[in-house]
């Protein structure tokens, strides 16, 4: 069974960067494309960002294309998302999951960490 476990969460001003980690054990990792995702409170669980399983090919919702950045290390087992220019929308519980395809479709991510919080203060 893979296990999902997110780090890097925090406390930032507006304007400020964080980078968050994602870090996989005990099953396939770099065959798997994958994603992020946040839900704030009272709010759906929105997609952030993608990535295939070679790190070449990546995609952003509307909402953060140009701030945020996902990126992969197959030899760690570890994705992350590096996220500058914060804004206080932006705060919310940031999942990492894996998919075996291209979409932003929850139900289509067969594992899921636990998240880590990130809270953006104006």
């Known amino acids: 069974q893979l296990q999902l476990v997110e780090s890097g969460g925090g406390l930032v001003q507006t304007g400020g960067s964080l980078r968050l980690s994602c870090a996989a054990s005990?099953?396939?990792?770099?065959?798997?494309?994958m994603g992020w995702f946040r839900q704030a409170p009272g709010k759906e669980r929105e997609f952030v960002a993608l990535?295939?399983?070679?790190?070449?090919?990546?995609t952003y919702s509307d909402s953060v294309r140009g701030r945020f950045t996902i990126s992969r290390d197959n030899a760690n087992n570890t994705v992350y998302l590096q996220m500058n220019s914060l804004k206080p929308e932006d705060t919310a519980l940031y999942y990492c999951?894996?998919?075996?395809?291209?979409?932003?479709?929850?139900?289509?991510?067969?594992?899921w960490g636990q998240g880590t919080q990130v809270t953006v203060s104006s």
């Open positions: 999951a894996r998919t075996r395809g291209w979409n932003r479709i929850q139900s289509e991510y067969d594992y």
């Open positions: 005990g099953g396939t990792f770099s065959g798997y494309n």
């Open positions: 990535c295939n399983w070679s790190g070449t090919t990546k």
